[in-house]
């Protein structure tokens, strides 16, 4: 069992494909100003890993670690508190750039705006991210969590005053599912999916992700590193991806590196609509059922499938042990390098970039050939998540679960 990829051979140059402009570096740096007006706010570690760079035969490597973020655990509630923030400012006839956090959560402020529901359906990061944004923000949150969701990730956004409920639904019915209680008592949907519609939220959601690669490229610089040539990036519905893509490709221009969209298997929407190759987004159904449960998405962004399609250089459809695999490498670090704690989700494109140095011949060997990836090679990955499940992390990296069962590779 290894991995399918698409090699885009039809890419476009940033600014010749997608509009780039709701990613642009006005955009960026003013979802940037806004989280910095929240006291938790303080940008997440990016961690060099030079011996295990040197380990895989490539420059070098960075983890963007997510897991510190709000004291939150992940990245997500960077795009949920973004969200939330336009849509109050909005109500207000503000823009975001005008209004700050605290002036949002104002008592006069809150007086004007009244009672406010937010809703989402969620794994557990995002929902959690919209339960801490509405309540900083003295409003009320309602989550609905896909079966199979860890117990432990429903406790956490109930412990945030959320009312919050695991359903029997997958992932893509419970987001039809929250849309339908939004419309029937009034609340407002706060989801990192668009469809025909419902665009603005997701879209300020994407803008929002782009914070952390703001922050990326500043420490790179700080680090004494060039900027990024290969790019990792995860995919469920595909905003993350395509809000860290879209701000590269503005801001980078054709110094952009190459970036690689991971997936699993189970859950493989945008390699879906890669693979098919008519240019538009296709979705893939059933269970879900993957390790990567913050992956387990069957329905693209339309608004981020367009920057994916034109601008990503490959698309990874990727089996459950890939993610295990990582976890291992960043929790038991060669000696030199640091710990980085990272779940199912977050160390995926770890272990993918492992797979790909070691393996001797098959379709990893072939990607990373097409990908050039070498001694001179300065790769960025992101870890979304800590520990959020620590039932999955103590069955992969305590307990050998997903066990690696790659035969081409070079044993070093």
């Known amino acids: 069992m290894s991995i399918d990829f698409i090699f885009n051979h039809d890419i476009k140059k940033p600014g010749c494909g997608a509009d780039l402009a709701i990613l642009s570096t006005d955009e960026a740096e003013k979802a940037r100003a806004y989280h910095k007006g929240f006291e938790e706010y303080q940008a997440s570690p990016l961690v060099a890993l030079p011996r295990l760079a040197e380990y895989l035969g490539i420059g070098k490597l960075f983890i963007k670690d997510e897991s510190s973020r709000f004291n939150l655990n992940a990245f997500k509630v960077l795009g949920a508190s973004y969200a939330i923030g336009r849509y109050l400012a909005e109500k207000l006839d503000r823009d975001i750039s005008e209004i700050s956090y605290d002036e949002l959560r104002s008592e006069e402020n809150r007086k004007k705006l009244g009672n406010i529901t937010f809703t989402t359906a969620t794994d557990g990061n995002h929902g959690r991210a919209v339960a801490w944004a509405a309540r900083q923000l003295k409003q009320k949150a309602v989550v609905y969590m896909p079966k199979g969701s860890d117990p432990i990730r429903l406790k956490n956004i109930q412990a945030l005053a959320a009312e919050a409920f695991i359903t029997d639904l997958n992932y893509d019915d419970a987001v039809r599912l929250s849309e339908q209680k939004a419309q029937e008592n009034g609340w407002v949907i706060v989801q990192d999916t668009a469809w025909s519609g419902y665009e ?39 905003s993350f991806a395509g809000g860290v893509l879209g701000y590269l490709a503005s801001s980078l ?6 970036v690689t969209i991971v997936e699993p298997e189970k859950a493989n929407c945008i390699y879906k609509s890669a693979r098919i190759g008519d240019g538009r987004p296709h979705k893939v159904s059933g269970d879900l059922d993957t390790l990567m449960a913050g992956l387990a998405c069957g329905e693209p962004n339309t608004i981020s499938w367009e920057l994916l399609r034109d601008y990503a250089t490959a698309y990874v459809s990727c089996p459950d042990y890939l993610a295990a695999t990582g976890m291992r490498v960043l929790a038991t670090p ?11 989700s977050g160390a995926v494109t770890t272990g993918l970039l492992h797979l790909l140095m ?41 307990y050998g679960e997903y066990n690696d069962r790659e035969e081409h590779r070079n044993k070093k």
């Open 200 to 238: 603005d939220i997701p879209t300020w959601i994407m803008q929002g992700y782009a914070t952390l690669a703001v922050e990326a490229l500043e420490q790179m610089a700080q680090q004494g590193s060039k900027s990024p040539t290969h790019v990792f990036l995860q995919a469920g519905v595909g």
């Open 253 to 258: 221009g054709e110094k952009m590196p190459m």
């Open 334 to 344: 060669l000696k030199g390098d640091e710990v980085v704690i990272s779940g199912e």
């Open 358 to 398: 070691e393996s001797e011949s098959g379709n990893a060997a072939d990607l990373r050939k097409q990908l050039n990836l070498n001694q001179d090679s300065i790769v960025l990955l992101v870890s979304t998540e800590g520990n959020t499940s620590p039932r999955a992390f103590r069955d992969a990296v305590w």
